[in-house]
């Protein structure tokens, strides 16, 4: 789904992941530690790019970490995936979830070799949340930490000498934090430790050779950059100021060199446009001073140490009106002061993970093809190899698994998760990204190559994603005995099943299109999908699936909606109250483009179709832990859903009916919604 922020708010959300992606890591480790790559020869050739395997998935403002293995680890950019790119193979596969979706969240590599996993931001406003996760090689799992004392989101995120990692600053959801804490891996908790004496959002973290931890610059107030900089002393706990920054920036890059100095560059200064300006901080006089500019103007770059001492800066964007994204890459030389203009990647990236290899080479993965347009996320990856000295300026080409859709939709990656799961990746001109589809196959999929199967959409509610079912209900193991194709699609955050209106203007992100069209004829061209289909959703998926079958009602020979928004026109003087941003647009002035997508008003198109429809009161009932208290989320969607079942009735169109009390609006209820209503739907399907 494209999407755009208010400018000013989402340069202040995406600047602390500069910092996460610029070295594969939150953390620059101290040059006293041993986490560098094996030396190379000196090199002063220019670096060439090449292609690589494509990610499963997009990943804007996410994180990369190089692996003691030589593997390394992507997590978030909007997605709650992880995954691992194998630098021999040129593949990636996934590698465990976190508990939500999250972007401008730290990846800091562990002295023993594991991965903190930190804060981080959900959905699309920069507020923090608490979590903390370790990724352990060993296991290849994501498991809880922490909590971190304070929700935080475009934090910096720093390894100390001792193991421990500083976390400071970013933005809990008030502004930005002074605030500091730690955290211990030997105990796998978080203590407070001394404040900043600015807060800050937007700073850069950098280790010193004595230990101690430079922040710089970030903005004090969610708008203005600072010039300002402190010094964190981890044998007091303290911060104290340093030397000021010849400019004031915020979403730049800091990067350590080979004699401890840290190079800072780029970023947005008063004006909200990128700057060229780089400067030099001395650790041992606890200055600034002005080095040589680069070529291009930069914000939400990476920037990478390579082997030979220089750095390599990739990509960003210039700011203002225009945010565009770069292709452009150039190489600072620490003993000459200068920039030189190296070989463009082979796409336009903003907010990409970058990380150095421990073969020398420059992992540069996702980041945004347009600038501020995250909806604009590339799965897409490529390759920086120092020592070549040849530049490959194909463009990028997503392989394309089977046989398109007819208009050019195609899944470009395929998962096997386990035996029944698969998770798609799906490129959509209708939604305008790539999209994720998770698959449930019949238990008989890969023994019957030629035999087709009866589909079963299952929809997420608002905020979920293509998981999020298999996550939380025994989806899995209720539709085991079954020979049901499965389909869990992703819906995007507030994508609500609709073609977007978009002003009348129309255009992405159309899930509709996406959901119906596209997916329903990749699934048939490649996943021997038939033509008996179902579809049951819950929440704003109860919504999809009753209006789904309505707008195309050949499609579906049954519908169910567990707990589902399926009186529109009553939900927009309910829990969608005053919105006006929507798929639909205001619901006054456009009162008709809401009747057109209202299940209720367009009931009599379900007519000849098996349907059901659950919901419970909001009361604490029998599936909800003790001292559960009343749910208005589902009370108010009893109202709704009465209506529909009154409009059913009086039209003379059967339906079951599960009004079963008490009961809030939550996944145990789901998951007997859908152990309920599935005789209903396999019997439609003649099964």
């Given at each position: ?289 002005a080095t040589g500019s680069m070529h291009v103007a930069r914000a939400f770059q990476s920037a990478t ?211 119906l069209i596209e997916l329903r004829q990749l699934l048939e061209r490649n996943w021997h999908a038939g ?157």
């Amino acid at each position: 789904m494209s999407w755009r922020l208010p400018m000013r708010r989402l340069l202040v959300a995406m600047s602390v992941t500069v910092l996460v992606t610029a070295c594969g890591s939150a953390a620059t480790p101290s040059p006293t530690t041993s986490m560098s790559p094996p030396a190379a020869s000196p090199s002063t050739t220019t670096p060439s790019l090449g292609a690589t395997g494509s990610m499963t998935t997009y990943r804007v403002f996410g994180t990369a970490t190089p692996l003691a293995g030589g593997s390394v680890l992507l997590v978030g950019g909007f997605d709650a995936s992880a995954e691992l790119y194998d630098p021999l193979a040129g593949t990636f596969r996934a590698a465990g979830t976190l508990p939500t979706d999250l972007s401008f969240l730290t990846a800091t590599l562990l002295a023993d070799g594991r991965v903190l996993v930190a804060g981080g931001a959900h959905e699309f406003w920069p507020t923090g949340v608490a979590s903390a996760e370790v990724y352990d090689p060993a296991t290849g799992k994501l498991s809880p930490a922490g909590p971190m004392t304070t929700p935080r989101a475009l934090h910096t995120a720093t390894l100390l000498a001792d193991g421990r990692v500083l976390l400071v600053g970013g933005d809990g959801g008030s502004g930005p934090e002074a605030s500091a804490e730690l955290f211990d891996p030997r105990s796998g908790k978080f203590a407070a430790t001394g404040s900043m004496t600015t807060p800050r959002s937007g700073a850069t973290a950098s280790g010193l050779p004595d230990g101690r931890v430079l922040v710089a610059g970030g903005t004090g107030d969610g708008a203005s950059p600072l010039a300002s900089a402190e010094v964190y002393d981890p044998r007091t706990g303290t911060f104290s100021a340093t030397g000021s920054l010849t400019f004031g920036r915020f979403n730049h890059t800091a990067t350590t060199l080979p004699d401890g100095r840290i190079l800072l560059a780029g970023g947005f200064g008063a004006d909200w446009r990128a700057s060229v300006s780089a400067e030099i901080y001395d650790p041992t006089t606890g200055t600034f001073a002005a080095t040589g500019s680069m070529h291009v103007a930069r914000a939400f770059q990476s920037a990478t140490p390579l082997p030979d001492g220089r750095v390599l800066l990739a990509g960003g964007m210039d700011g203002g009106s225009s945010s565009a994204s770069a292709t452009t890459t150039e190489i600072y030389d620490p003993k000459t002061g200068t920039f030189t203009e190296a070989s463009p990647m082979l796409a336009p990236r903003a907010g990409q993970a970058a990380a150095l290899m421990s073969d020398g080479r420059v992992l540069l993965a996702g980041g945004s093809s347009a600038g501020f347009d995250t909806g604009a996320g590339l799965p897409s990856a490529e390759l920086y190899d120092p020592g070549a000295g040849t530049s490959s300026l194909a463009g990028v080409a997503m392989p394309t698994v089977g046989e398109a859709a007819d208009d050019g939709a195609r899944i470009v990656n395929v998962t096997k998760v386990d035996a029944r799961t698969r998770d798609l990746t799906i490129e959509s001109p209708a939604v305008g990204r790539t999209v994720k589809v998770r698959l449930l196959v019949p238990n008989g999929f890969d023994a019957q190559p030629s035999a087709t199967w009866p589909v079963l959409y299952l929809l997420s509610g608002a905020s979920g994603t293509y998981v999020d079912i298999t996550d939380a209900t025994d989806a899995e193991a209720l539709t085991a005995a079954t020979n049901l194709l499965v389909v869990m699609p992703d819906a995007g955050t507030g994508g609500y099943y609709s073609d977007w209106w978009n002003g009348g203007k129309g255009g992405p992100p159309a899930w509709e299109t996406f959901h119906l069209i596209e997916l329903r004829q990749l699934l048939e061209r490649n996943w021997h999908a038939g033509d008996k289909r179902a579809v049951a959703g819950l929440s704003m998926g109860g919504y999809g699936a009753m209006e789904y079958a309505e707008r195309q009602p050949g499609m579906f020979l049954a519908a169910a909606s567990y707990s589902g928004v399926v009186d529109l026109i009553g939900a927009s003087t309910t829990v969608l109250r005053g919105w006006s941003s929507g798929p639909w647009g205001d619901a006054v002035s456009e009162a008709d483009v809401w009747k057109a997508h209202d299940p209720t008003t367009n009931a009599a198109a379900l007519k000849g179709k098996a349907l059901y429809v659950a919901y419970g009161n909001g009361q604490p009932g029998p599936l909800d832990s003790a001292g559960t208290t009343t749910d208005y989320t589902e009370a108010g969607l009893a109202t709704l859903n009465k209506t529909f079942v009154h409009q059913l009735e009086a039209l003379g169109i059967p339906v079951t009916v599960d009004a079963y009390g008490p009961g809030t609006h939550n996944y145990p209820y789901f998951e007997r919604d859908l152990q309920r209503s599935l005789p209903l739907l396999l019997k439609a399907l003649g099964e």
